[in-house]
């Protein structure tokens, strides 16, 4: 199984997407795509902002960047649905 999510979210006519593709799984060109996006357009459409960032890491490093930061925000989300539940 293959590492695909996509993730959008918007307020107020800020959008902002968040991609993570996984390629070449299984070779030694396997990597990690992490990208990024914002695009602000005001209440009559034109764009005021529209940009985004792309990283490639390798599984091991996307796992050494990002394994801390999903687990604290995991920690916390199991919190919040305790205390609220």
């Known amino acids: 199984m293959s590492l695909n999510y996509d993730a959008e979210f918007s307020r107020g006519g800020l959008v902002k997407t968040i991609r993570i593709r ?3 799984k299984g070779t030694s ?3 990690v795509e992490f990208t ?3 695009k602000l357009t005001d209440d009559n459409g034109k764009v005021i902002i529209d940009n985004g960032h792309t990283s490639f890491f390798s599984p091991d490093e ?3 960047f990002f ?3 999903f687990s604290e925000m995991k920690e ?3 919190h919040a649905n305790s205390v609220q539940g």
């Open 36 to 38: 990024i996006k914002s």
């Open 29 to 31: 060109y396997e990597t």
């Open 22 to 24: 996984e390629h070449n």
């Open 76 to 78: 916390r989300l199991n």
């Open 67 to 69: 394994g801390p930061i």
């Open 62 to 64: 996307f796992k050494e």
